[in-house]
């Protein structure tokens, strides 16, 4: 086989191999080669050590990112690539690096160190593809296995447990009987990992195409991670508009919503709140009053322990709180939306509620139409400059106090009521217009 390299990889590869070290990119870029997928960076791995890279590439710059562990990362053309050395790993007693790492003379040794065969393959354009673990095999059949005995492998670092579940949602592979039974027996190690680890490969997999079934079928998994997530395992609704019990219900809406992060936590979490808020009426009919609420409670407490950034964590926590607020498509409620939300906001909203809306009842599809019409209001709305916030008001707070007002609080309250006066279509966002409006009504007070 061939593969097609950046000219910076070529160039560093060449460089080592002409002053006599072994060298090959390995892991993840191998993988998504043999698969057709533009890899996203590339990693190296060399018999030369990381003062001998230094060495190498005299002329580069050179920063000894983890030299205990044998890796130094080498700047070519603006391109940076992790050189690692040919490595043995000794005992993990964290759970996370080991202890200590033996330089080893051959690649192959390297290789089997690694988590799964899909990332334990070596490639260099002279020699071709080493793939010692079966990689290329797993990769034809779409299986996540683990390389050597699963357990082990999850015992010596527990993140692989998500690793493995991120890979099959992202690749949309199945895992390996042997590797899930290890994978599942070894869960609650995962509670030992730092939060900021799980939460980074707990965001790619939900951004993953096999997201919806990784998520039903390892329930028990990411529950020691995300624990709100079991309460709602089997609790069925009870309902006309759904047919889904909550769980399923939020994997389908996590699968019909765009494949970026907050949304998809948004989609996950939406319903959190329900098995809290249940109940039933006469008829047998569930309700979840003030579910909405609760959930936006839950959801920030869970993304909070996950140590997500603040900015994802309020995005997810807004849209969550919104997305059972009706909607009414005119031009007033709209422009009511966009002020309180933003247009960013609304948008993500609109995704939401179309995502909420397909994981439920056929007979409910007709929405679709209703949110359409909306987002197209919404459109128009700004592409007209419609004024809905107080930085497009005609007038500001030196203009109402140039006519007469006090300085205050109070100037804030009276921009307030313009610009809502604005919104509701009854003046015209216009300054004389608007001074003129505040003028009756001060009259009037």
């Known amino acids: 086989m061939e593969m097609e390299l950046p000219r910076q990889v070529e160039q560093a590869l060449a460089r080592l191999s002409a002053t006599g070290y072994d060298a090959y990119i390995v892991g993840g870029c191998v993988r998504d080669g043999l698969m057709g997928v533009p890899p996203g960076d590339y990693d190296i791995a060399s018999n030369a050590r990381p003062e001998e890279v230094a060495r190498v590439f005299a002329d580069a710059r050179v920063i000894e990112t983890g030299a205990k562990h044998g890796t130094a990362t080498v700047r070519i053309d603006g391109m940076p690539l992790e050189i690692t050395t040919?490595?043995?790993?000794?005992?993990?007693?964290?759970?996370?690096?080991?202890?200590?790492v033996?330089?080893?003379?051959?690649?192959?040794?390297?290789?089997f160190r690694r988590d799964f065969t899909v990332n334990a393959m070596a490639y260099r354009p002279e020699r071709g593809l080493l793939d010692p673990c079966g990689g290329r095999e797993d990769i034809a059949a779409r299986v996540i296995r683990c390389v050597g005995a699963p357990e082990t492998r999850f015992r010596e670092d527990a993140l692989r447990i998500l690793r493995a579940l991120r890979f099959a949602a992202v690749l949309d592979f199945s895992i390996e009987p042997e590797t899930a039974r290890a994978l599942c027996a070894c869960r609650a190690l995962l509670s030992h990992v730092s939060a900021e680890r799980c939460a980074a490969e707990l965001c790619k997999l939900l951004c993953g195409r096999a997201v919806r079934r990784v998520l039903l079928e390892y329930t028990d998994v990411l529950g020691v991670v995300l624990p709100e997530l079991l309460p709602m395992r089997g609790f069925q609704q009870h309902s006309p508009y759904h047919i889904y019990d909550v769980l399923e219900h939020s994997a389908a809406s996590v699968e019909h919503i765009p494949a970026i992060p907050?949304?998809?936590?948004a989609a996950?979490?939406?319903?959190?709140?329900?098995p809290e808020t249940f109940s039933q009426d006469a008829d047998g009919t569930g309700h979840f009053y003030d579910h909405a609420r609760r959930s936006a409670v839950l959801a920030d407490a869970a993304l909070g322990r996950l140590?997500?950034?603040?900015?994802?964590r309020e995005r997810v926590v807004t849209l969550i709180r919104w997305h059972d607020v009706p909607l009414t498509d005119t031009d007033k409620a709209v422009r009511r939306m966009l002020a309180k939300l933003s247009p960013e906001v609304f948008f993500q909203l609109l995704a939401l509620k179309r995502a909420d809306n397909a994981a439920k009842c056929p007979?409910?599809?007709?929405?679709?139409a209703f949110y359409d019409r909306v987002e197209a209001r919404a459109k128009d709305i700004l592409a007209r400059?419609?004024?809905?916030?107080l930085k497009?008001?005609?007038?500001?707070?030196?203009?109402?106090?140039a006519a007469g007002m006090r300085p205050g609080r109070a100037v804030g309250a009276a921009l307030q009521g313009l610009l809502n006066a604005v919104m509701d279509g009854r003046v015209a966002n216009e300054r004389a217009a608007l001074l003129e409006l505040w003028a009756l009504e001060n009259a009037a007070d």
């Open 363 to 368: 007979t409910l599809q007709e929405r679709f």
């Open 262 to 265: 907050v949304l998809r936590l």
């Open 102 to 111: 033996t330089f080893v003379p051959d690649v192959t040794e390297d290789l």
């Open 392 to 401: 497009r008001l005609a007038v500001n707070g030196d203009d109402l106090i």
């Open 307 to 312: 140590r997500l950034d603040n900015a994802t």
């Open 385 to 389: 400059q419609d004024c809905f916030s």
């Open 86 to 100: 040919f490595r043995h790993d000794g005992a993990y007693s964290d759970g996370r690096r080991p202890d200590a």
């Open 268 to 274: 996950l979490l939406h319903d959190v709140g329900k």
